[in-house]
Nanobody
Framework: QVQLVESGGGLVQAGGSLRLSCTAS????????LGWFRQPPGKEREFVAA???????PYADSVKDRFTISRDNAKNTVYLQMNSLKPEDTAVYYC??????????????????WGQGTQITVSS
């Protein structure tokens, strides 16, 4: 049974930092691209960042230079370090796992497994 469990969400003031973690079980972690998505209130889910099986790390333009994705295959964990947070970063953040090596890491539809989500609220 595949499980992705996020942690590290919470309330933070604008300009602050948070680090999200997502730990996977039931999968061969290194065989998956790992992605972070978010869903702001009243909006659709959107791509944030990914760490592909090939080692590339694409980012959404809105978070580039502020967020950093990393992964530790030995711990089956992917991280999202979020700095200089803004109120518009407020959302439920999800991690996801994509098995297809040629899958589009920016597309939520491509992902096979999802975590339950964790709320990030950035106050102004």
């Amino acid at each position: 049974q595949v499980q992705l469990v996020e942690s590290g969400g919470g309330l933070v003031q604008a300009g602050g930092s948070l680090r999200l973690s997502c730990t996977a079980s039931g999968v061969t972690f290194s065989s998956y691209t790992l992605g972070w998505f978010r869903q702001p209130p009243g909006k659709e889910r959107e791509f944030v960042a990914a760490f592909t099986r090939g080692g590339s790390t694409p980012y959404a333009d809105s978070v580039k230079d502020r967020f950093t994705i990393s992964r530790d295959n030995a711990k089956n964990t992917v991280y999202l370090q979020m700095n200089s947070l803004k109120p518009e970063d407020t959302a439920v953040y999800y991690c996801a796992a994509l098995r297809n090596f040629f899958g589009n890491s920016r597309s939520a539809k491509e992902y096979d497994y999802w975590g339950q989500g964790t709320q990030i609220t950035v106050s102004s």
